[in-house]
C-alpha cells in the first residue's frame, strides 16, 4: 500500500478526474522533492482552493514527478468570515495576508480611507498571491483566501454580502466572546491612523457592532488578525 507523503498538501489550479495524470509546475516539484521529500510510490493531497481536494498518487516521469488522480471530492464552507481593513504601514501588509490565509478568512477587502490608503497593494499583489498558496500549503485547507482590489469603504460597504453579523474593531467597545452566530461575519479594522468620524458614523449606519479585540492599543495588522483569530475560536 502506498504511504502517504507528510506534509502533502499541494496548490493546484485544477485538480482533474479520476484517472488523469496531472503535470507539477517546478515550484510544485521543488516543494514535494526539496521540502516534503516524497517519492513516487507516495500520495499526496491536492486542493484546487476553491473546495475541490484531491488524493494523488505519484508515478515517476523521468528524473520528475506526476500525479496520478486517485480520488476527488468537493467540499463546501460550514463557515466564512470577510475582513474590511485600512492600511498598516509600510509592508506589514504581506504578514496580515499570509496569517488571514491560515485562519481560514474568505474574502479580504482592503478599504482606502481618508487617513491611509494601500497605495503599495498593486506592486505587492504578485508576493501576496505567492503567500497565499503559502498558507494553504501551511493550514491544509481546501479553501484560498480571495484578495480583492483596494476599495473606498463607500464602495466597500455597498458590495457587503447579506446577513450574518458584522463588527468594528474599537478600543472602547465592549468585550465579545467567541461563538458568533450566523455567517458570513464580516469584520472592518481601520489604518494605522484609524477611521475618521465620517467613516465610523457609516460603519455603524450599516450594522457594525463595536468590539474590542485587547485591552492595548494595537496595529492594524495585529487587530486584524486579532479578529480573525477569533472569529476562527469561535
Known amino acids: 500500500m502506498p504511504a502517504d507523503a507528510a506534509p502533502s498538501w499541494l496548490l493546484l489550479p485544477e485538480l482533474g478526474a479520476v484517472g488523469e495524470r496531472l503535470e507539477f509546475s517546478a515550484d510544485d516539484l521543488h516543494y514535494l522533492t526539496r521540502v516534503c521529500r516524497v517519492r ?68 479580504f477587502q482592503p478599504v482606502d480611507c481618508a487617513r491611509g490608503t ?12 505567492r503567500l497565499t498558496a503559502a498558507a494553504v500549503r ?29 463588527w468594528l474593531a474599537d478600543e472602547a467597545g465592549p468585550r465579545k466572546a ?14 494605522a491612523a484609524g477611521f475618521d468620524d465620517p467613516e465610523w458614523s457609516s460603519l455603524r449606519e450599516r450594522g457594525f ?13 495585529t487587530a486584524a488578525l486579532a479578529w480573525a483569530a477569533w472569529w476562527a475560536a469561535g
Open 138 to 166: 501551511q493550514s491544509r485547507s481546501p479553501f484560498r483566501i480571495e484578495l480583492r482590489e483596494p476599495l473606498p469603504l463607500a464602495e466597500a460597504l455597498g458590495r457587503l454580502p447579506e446577513g450574518g453579523s458584522r
Open 209 to 221: 457592532e463595536p468590539m474590542c479585540l485587547s485591552g492595548n492599543r494595537l496595529r492594524s495588522e
Open 40 to 107: 513516487a510510490g507516495e500520495r499526496v493531497t491536492a486542493t484546487d482552493g476553491r473546495g475541490g481536494v484531491a488524493v494523488l498518487h505519484l508515478e515517476a516521469d523521468g528524473p520528475a514527478l506526476r500525479g496520478s488522480v486517485e480520488s476527488v471530492e468537493q467540499r463546501e464552507r460550514s463557515r466564512e468570515a470577510w475582513l474590511l481593513c485600512g492600511a498598516p504601514e509600510a509592508d506589514r501588509g504581506d504578514w496580515l495576508v499570509e496569517k488571514l490565509g491560515e485562519l481560514g478568512v474568505a474574502v
Open 178 to 191: 467567541a461563538g458568533v452566530a450566523g455567517s458570513p461575519v464580516v469584520g472592518a479594522v481601520g489604518p
Open 118 to 129: 494601500w497605495e503599495r497593494a498593486a506592486r505587492r499583489r504578485d508576493r501576496w498571491s
